[in-house]
Nanobody, 125 residues
Framework: QSQFVESGGGLVQPGGSLRLSCAASGLRLHDYTIAWFRQAPGNERERVSCTSRSGGRSNHADSVKNRFTISRDNARNTVYLQMNSLKPEDTGRYYC??????????????????WGMGTQVNVSS
């Protein structure tokens, strides 16, 4: 049983795009800081994108900066991760999670809760 349900993953060629969705139940995403994480075999879990408020500035890992965009659709209670110019190193399972509203750079990973089951992204030719 998950409060978040991630979807939109799949197999894509390098240079392609995917839009991941995180649909929430039981909480209003607008009230929380939301982040996307990814985990690949042999790698530590990595926070890739974070947003502290609707329409506000987002925070991205250097590895995805200028390629990924996080956004909110409050009417649908859904958060998206638009991923462009995908690279093989972007491969992994992507998760969304919520934390108490605050500045992303000051929220440690362990403060995030309501994790989903994730959606797999494979970038390969």
């Amino acid at each position: 049983q998950s409060q978040f349900v991630e979807s939109g993953g799949g197999l894509v060629q390098p240079g392609g795009s995917l839009r991941l969705s995180c649909a929430a139940s039981g909480l209003r995403l607008h009230d929380y800081t939301i982040a996307w994480f990814r985990q690949a075999p042999g790698n530590e879990r990595e926070r890739v994108s974070c947003t502290s408020r609707s329409g506000g500035r987002s925070n991205h890992a250097d590895s995805v900066k200028n390629r990924f965009t996080i956004s909110r659709d409050n009417a649908r209670n859904t958060v998206y991760l638009q991923m462009n110019s995908l690279k093989p190193e972007d491969t992994g399972r992507y998760y969304c999670a919520a934390a108490r509203m605050g500045l992303c750079q000051f929220i440690p990973d362990h403060n995030f809760f309501a994790w989903g089951m994730g959606t797999q992204v494979n970038v390969s030719s």
